[in-house]
């Protein structure tokens, strides 16, 4: 394929969905799927995707971060209505926007199969889409419905000389992913408030208060009964076929855990041929040592504000990290994401593509079967919008933007 055949393939991609007029008149931006999303399902699956660590401060900072970056346009250098392309490309393949899925634990239990829905709707819009280790959808199902676009997510399976984790990224290589991210921002577990008042903070038993909460929601019902609730679908084969959830839950407790230590990250540099990042980096330092092991992407994140309040948001912690390494890695961010226009402020400090996680369980939740569609192609269309508005020509032209950033942390 040469390179006009496959700029045009990439444009292709960004035809929205048949429906996406219809549900843009009744949620126009993400935060009217997030107000829709508890009238469809559990109070606990609402809880379990919007919640956050401690008092959820730390998702409150990440949005107030994005919220306080403010772009200067320049006007009278284009009087075209057109939009400008947005189409990028990440380590070799061509996506059609800089818009990914971040890796979640157990979307699932937001709306029953979750995990292929977002794979299929990334798949379809040429975005990409992060299985995580911990979701609802084997590494196989992905590799399947989403063979251009899939990533796969590893947290840390150390035990037996990290024979589990070795043998999920040689499935991952073998379904075709096209990068593997190793988050290292988990090194102990830590408490989610509103998470753990709704009855999840370990193994699942369910209450006669989730019971009355999942009878009164229908359609989340309906498509429990349709679809099952296969959590933890990858790593269930290293316990049993016939394994419930909690049996999962105990083995991942005791299997999974900690943070990669940098000699961990090069053993799996050896291992991973393909395209590597580090997760979880809020510090150039770090960054800089992942680089020097041979990664070849840095994802700077806060863990969506999952881990502890006091961490610095990860939009405000970019700046640092792409003088310091933007010219020797590919520079993704994620916590905080909510539209096409922090895409816009992400492209406009350094990054190469901004991803999304929370934001998709409200689509879920909200649109069901049909709610990735939905928000991808409103976030595409936002970052079309974003790019005129400003005046950029491509989404690295952001980058000219002059940006007012009172956040941004300097070393």
Not at 180 to 209: M, N, Q
Not at 285 to 313: C, F, M, T, Y
Request: aromatic share 10%; net charge positive.
């Amino acid at each position: 394929m040469d390179d006009m055949t496959a700029k045009k393939a990439a444009l292709r991609a960004t035809t929205p969905h048949p429906n996406f007029a219809k549900w843009h008149k009744l949620f126009p931006t993400s935060a009217w799927l997030r107000r829709k999303a508890p009238q469809n399902v559990p109070l606990f699956s609402f809880e379990y995707g919007d919640t956050g660590a401690g008092n959820d401060i730390g998702i409150r900072d990440n949005w107030n971060a994005f919220d306080g970056i403010k772009v200067v346009p320049r006007y009278g250098v284009k009087s075209s209505n057109d939009l400008p392309p947005t189409d990028v490309e990440l380590f070799g393949t061509r996506y059609a926007a800089p818009i990914g899925i971040a890796p979640m634990g157990g979307p699932s239990l937001v709306w029953p199969s979750a995990d292929l829905l977002m794979a299929k709707a990334a798949q379809r819009a040429g975005v990409p889409y992060t299985l995580g280790v911990a979701g609802g959808a084997t590494i196989e199902d992905v590799g399947r419905v989403a063979p251009d676009v899939f990533w796969f997510q590893l947290y840390r399976f150390h035990k037996d000389n990290h024979r589990i984790g070795f043998d999920l990224i040689r499935r991952a290589e073998a379904a075709g992913a096209k990068a593997l991210a190793l988050t290292i921002d988990v090194p102990v577990r830590t408490t989610r408030s509103r998470e753990t008042y709704a009855g999840l903070g370990g193994e699942f038993h369910p209450t006669p208060r989730m019971i009355r909460e999942m009878l009164v929601r229908p359609k989340w019902l309906s498509a429990l009964i349709r679809k099952g609730y296969p959590r933890f679908a990858t790593i269930r084969s290293y316990v049993g076929e016939n394994a419930s959830t909690n049996d999962v839950i105990r083995f991942a407790r005791t299997q999974m855990g900690g943070a990669f230590t940098w000699e961990e990250v090069a053993l799996y540099r050896e291992r991973w041929k393909g395209p590597l990042l580090v997760k979880g980096v809020l510090h150039p330092a770090d960054a800089e040592k992942a680089v020097s092991l041979g990664i070849d992407g840095i994802w700077v994140s806060n863990h969506g504000g999952r881990q502890i309040e006091a961490l610095v948001p990860s939009i405000n912690a970019l700046p640092s990290i792409v003088s310091a390494v933007g010219n020797k890695a590919t520079i993704v961010v994620d916590s905080g994401v909510r539209s096409g226009q922090d895409v816009m402020r992400a492209m406009a400090l350094g990054a190469n593509a901004a991803f999304a996680g929370k934001s998709f369980l409200w689509a879920v939740g909200a649109l069901g079967d049909e709610g990735p569609d939905q928000l991808i192609d409103l976030y595409m269309d936002e970052f079309r919008a974003c790019l005129g508005q400003i005046g950029a020509a491509s989404p690295a032209d952001c980058r000219n933007a002059k940006i007012l950033h009172p956040g941004a942390i300097t070393y």
